[in-house]
């Protein structure tokens, strides 16, 4: 949730690279990645946004437009039904 209200505040996301935030998370679009466990890495990131703010702003607009896209009311019903479908589906197999 916390990627979602970000990208929905319009801030670019800095996250690692492990489980579901890799498919939340457009490298270089919608926030940036370091590597899990490198302290080092995450701190370039983030000065990297704080010293170039055209770059930061682009990427949080970018992150507001997919999260408004990705987010709203009916992609949610859509993605929920999906679920809720395919539980269905293997429970009856």
């Not at 170039?52 to 702003?57: A, F, G, K």
């Not at 990427?59 to 997919?66: D, E, L, N, P």
Request: aromatic share 8%; proline share 2%.
């Amino acid at each position: 949730m916390v990627v979602i209200e970000a990208k929905s505040y319009g801030l670019p996301v800095i996250a690692s690279r492990i489980g579901s935030l890799k498919e939340m998370i457009d490298e270089s679009v919608t926030g940036l990645f370091f590597e899990p466990g490198n302290a080092e890495d995450l701190a370039g990131k983030m000065k990297m946004l704080w010293e170039n703010s055209d770059l930061c702003n682009r990427m949080g607009r970018m992150a507001r437009v997919k999260a408004m896209h990705e987010c709203d009311a009916d992609a949610y019903y859509r993605k929920l039904i999906a679920i809720y479908e395919k539980a269905i589906k293997v429970q009856r197999s």
